[in-house]
């Protein structure tokens, strides 16, 4: 059996993800109306130095109670970040590749999942964790539009709890 991967920086970069947070969710809605907000918890843990593994829950406004299984990684052969999300109010697992950009503050995960024009076609998805501080960070989640641009949808504030 081989030895076991020596963690990289970028290994290292996902440990600061590691503890428990608390979140607010702005997710705006139709223009002129009032965007939906629900709040909720996170716990992620390092799963040894090479994964982390994160379980958040929340009552969001139209779903009830939901329970949601994050997974992040790095593949040291793709040299691409990797992942996978879930949610209870939901029956897609999504997959994630992304990168960390330049500034390292800044990890973009690409995925693709079911479109929310709900015509049953796939569309290109984004959800970009920014490190604000060792304290705080932004989650952003965007869908690719037919014109070519990034429309985001949800934004999520995240803080570490003390």
Not at 7 to 20: A, D, I, N, T
Not at 22 to 40: L, N, Q, S, W
Not at 81 to 94: D, E
């Amino acid at each position: 059996m081989p030895p076991p991967p020596q963690p990289q920086e970028q290994h290292c970069w996902l440990q600061q993800l590691v503890g428990e947070w608390t979140y607010v969710v702005d997710a705006p809605t139709a223009p002129g109306a009032e965007p939906h907000k629900h709040e909720g918890v996170e716990r992620v843990r390092a799963i040894g130095e090479i994964w982390i593994q994160g379980e958040s829950t929340a009552d969001i406004p139209g779903v009830g109670r939901a329970t949601m299984q994050l997974t992040l990684g790095y593949d040291t052969q793709k040299k691409r970040f990797v992942g996978t999300w879930f949610g209870s109010m939901m029956n897609y697992l999504w997959i994630y590749d992304g990168e960390l950009d330049s500034s390292g503050t800044v990890l973009t995960l690409n995925a693709e999942g079911p479109s929310m024009a709900g015509e049953g076609k796939m569309a290109k998805y984004q959800d970009i964790i920014t490190i604000v501080s060792p304290n705080e960070r932004i989650l952003g989640s965007q869908q690719l539009q037919p014109d070519g641009t990034w429309k985001r949808f949800m934004t999520a504030t995240y803080k570490r709890k003390t």
